[in-house]
């Protein structure tokens, strides 16, 4: 069975720092794109961030330029999300996904983790 699992979430004060993993089993991520989006409540999901299945590309939503860094480790079989200087407006689930075709805005992401709550508040 084919699945993403998120970790990594939990509440932060503002100006705080969290790292998101996420864990694939069932299939390799050496030739995937790794994607992570975010809903907060009563908005829509967003993109916020994905990078190639080589680590050497990556994108992120303006939002969250200059304060989240995405990575990943293929020998683990995991990707990563560092969320730095976390804003109030940060709060919402988060969540992995995977896809076998370039990373990118378009992108069908085929693969989709539960989600990992994140929320910021002091």
């Known amino acids: 069975q084919l699945q993403l699992v998120e970790s990594g979430g939990g509440l932060v004060q503002p100006g705080g720092s969290l790292t998101l993993s996420c864990a694939a089993s069932?299939?390799?991520?050496?030739?995937?794109?790794i994607g992570w989006f975010r809903q907060a409540p009563g908005k829509e999901r967003e993109g916020i961030s994905c990078?190639?299945?080589?680590?050497?590309?990556?994108h992120y939503v303006d939002s969250v330029v200059g304060r989240f860094t995405i990575s990943r480790d293929n020998a683990k079989n995991t990707a990563y999300l560092q969320m730095n200087s976390l804003k109030p407006e940060d709060t919402a689930v988060y969540y992995c996904?995977?896809?076998?075709?370039?990373?990118?805005?378009?992108?069908?992401?085929?693969?989709w983790g539960q989600g990992t709550q994140v929320t910021v508040s002091s």
């Open positions: 996904v995977a896809d076998s075709t370039r990373c990118g805005k378009f992108t069908l992401w085929k693969y």
């Open positions: 990078i190639s299945s080589n680590g050497g590309i990556t």
């Open positions: 069932g299939f390799t991520l050496d030739y995937y794109s």
